[in-house]
């Protein structure tokens, strides 16, 4: 069992920025793909950001390409996602999402743990 837990959530004006963190328990995180996604109000969750077990390789969704940065911290069981330029279309719940196959994907069906995820409102 992988639990997942995000934070650094929270109000911000448009252009400004946050750091989100997704903790992970277990002592094998560093075997794990991680992903993040996001939910914005009325829509369906959709990609942002994964990144391989060794930090190696990152993906990211077109919409946030050149803005937001996955990095993960093996030694600290953490993966973040470092958000810049914040655009009011930005605003969703963000979630962490583990892979134990240690694969980077955009599909979420392939992700086993979920985080309970994250609000991020950007004001214009």
């Known amino acids: 069992q992988v639990q997942l837990v995000e934070s650094g959530g929270g109000l911000v004006q448009a252009g400004g920025s946050l750091r989100l963190s997704c903790s992970a328990s277990?002592?094998?995180?560093?075997?794990?793909?991680m992903g993040w996604f996001r939910q914005p109000p009325g829509k369906e969750r959709e990609f942002v950001a994964a990144i391989t077990r060794s930090g190696v390789s990152t993906y990211y969704a077109d919409s946030v390409k050149g803005r937001l940065t996955i990095s993960r911290d093996n030694a600290k069981n953490t993966v973040y996602l470092q958000m810049n330029s914040l655009k009011p279309e930005d605003t969703a719940v963000y979630y962490c999402?583990?892979?134990?196959?240690?694969?980077?994907?955009?599909?979420?069906?392939?992700?086993?743990?979920w985080g309970q995820g994250t609000q991020v409102t950007v004001s214009s």
């Open positions: 277990g002592r094998t995180f560093s075997s794990y793909g």
């Open positions: 999402a583990a892979e134990l196959g240690g694969y980077a994907t955009r599909w979420e069906h392939a992700y086993d743990y």
